[in-house]
């Protein structure tokens, strides 16, 4: 008997039908004897549905209010789902985020969990009753509903699986697992049996979408197995048919040493940024980034160019798309103090990732990757690199062709794919 938390995303509990399918996968892990809680979204474009209403209530709403309507859509869906099990004959019940209680930070919309009270929920699950709990919700300790942000159902279904000391958390997708890239843009891909949580964590934060950044390095922090795959699969008794996201320890060292690269991940959602002439001296770049690191507007590619004659240089550098209009106004606001002649921006860029725990043993990834575009005459902006991440910044229009060059270069292609 094992201890399991799934976790069911939008798309899998969009509608009746749907709501009874994962009904019947949980009873299916039931019937095998395990402890079973189920954490689940809303309905998909249902929070989406209720953000608008916020909007249209008022442009500048209440954060604290703007809570209260989005975390409808994932109590509507943990009761539903708790009716069908009861009518399927499984014991089952939901517990809202204030039931528990999951307590989250007061930053509203964005909140992060900080502790679960797992008492009852142990108690409900050792006597065989399904705990259903909606994700993405929380509360404050004054007991103000909370909140986790976009995907914040994924962080929910971890934390509760650490707290509850689940065998595993199951996430189940519109996917059956993770792949070396995209297959929508390269048919060849493969699934992948395992993926170490640092590599989910880079892949999920250069735009891999199977998972979201946070759920991840809490999985990571907590030691926590996570498995992805499909909800839109049948049912089987192997436990063990998606992907795994574990710890170095449990890849093993000869298989980190065999696969070079684990993925290539691509994120279209990049805008570029030039500032000209900006005076070259000490604590210029610091008068740059400073004001955008107060205004919480996350950096990623930096590049500081050759010196002009005039003591000047150029500064480049990428922000999140949906962040350029701020980031924008905070540069143009310190103009004064950061001393730029000129502010240029570009959203018609992509970055392209290389991600693998073997490049820690490994020379040549970089070479490999800037040889293997150069060949497609594909042009390089910027570069990034981490200890298992290579990124490069390219022309939006040339997103595809790059990903699959780099897929063959790495000799990602599955042999057997049609």
């Known amino acids: 008997m094992a201890r399991i938390v799934m976790k069911f995303g939008g798309t899998s509990m969009a509608g009746t039908e749907r709501i009874r399918n994962v009904a019947a996968r949980v009873k299916h892990e039931v019937d095998a004897g395990n402890e079973v809680a189920v954490v689940v979204s809303a309905m998909a474009g249902e929070t989406d549905r209720l953000i608008n209403f916020c909007r249209e209530a008022a442009p500048l709403h209440d954060p604290k209010e703007y809570d209260v309507v989005v975390a409808a859509g994932e109590q509507i869906t943990s009761g539903l789902l708790a009716i069908t099990l009861q009518a399927m004959g499984v014991k089952a019940r939901s517990w809202l985020g204030w039931q528990l209680p999951i307590q989250t930070s007061d930053a509203h919309a964005s909140a992060r969990i900080e502790d679960i009270d797992t008492k009852g929920l142990i108690a409900a699950m050792s006597a065989g009753e399904v705990a259903v709990i909606p994700g993405f919700q929380g509360v404050t300790e004054d007991n103000r509903i909370t909140t986790l942000g976009r995907g914040g159902s994924d962080t929910s279904a ?93 890849i093993g ?3 980190m040493e065999r696969q070079l690269i684990t993925g290539i991940a691509h994120d279209k959602n990049e805008a570029k940024v030039t500032l000209t002439s900006v005076p070259d001296r000490p604590g210029a770049v610091a008068n740059i980034f400073g004001p955008l690191a107060d205004a919480n507007i996350n950096v990623d590619m930096i590049i500081q160019n050759i010196a002009h004659d005039s003591g000047s ?73 981490s200890e298992i991440k290579v990124s490069v910044l390219i022309d939006e229009d040339e997103t595809e062709l790059a990903v699959r060059v780099l897929h063959t270069a790495y000799g990602l292609d599955a042999e057997d794919a049609a």
Do not use: W
């Open 158 to 250: 971890v934390a509760v699986a650490a707290a509850v000391k689940a065998d595993r958390c199951d996430i189940y997708t519109d996917v059956d697992g993770v792949y070396t890239t995209d297959p929508r843009i390269v048919p060849r891909a493969r699934k992948l049996a395992k993926v170490t949580y640092e590599e989910m964590l880079e892949l999920a934060s250069v735009g891999a979408k199977v998972l979201q950044t946070r759920s991840v390095g809490l999985a990571m922090k907590e030691n926590v197995r996570v498995q992805v795959l499909s909800s839109f699969d049948a049912p089987t008794d192997n436990p063990i048919t998606g992907t795994l996201i574990v710890g170095d320890d449990d």
């Open 253 to 255: 060292e000869d298989e």
């Open 313 to 385: 240089t150029d500064v480049t550098f990428t922000v999140p798309g949906a962040e350029l209009a701020r980031a924008i106004d905070t540069l143009e606001k310190g103009k004064d103090v950061i001393g730029f002649s000129n502010l240029m921006h570009d959203t018609k860029v992509a970055k392209i990732s290389v991600v693998g725990v073997g490049m820690r043993s490994h020379a040549g990834v970089a070479a490999t990757m800037f040889k293997a575009l150069a060949q497609r005459g594909i042009n390089v902006q910027a570069i990034s690199t």
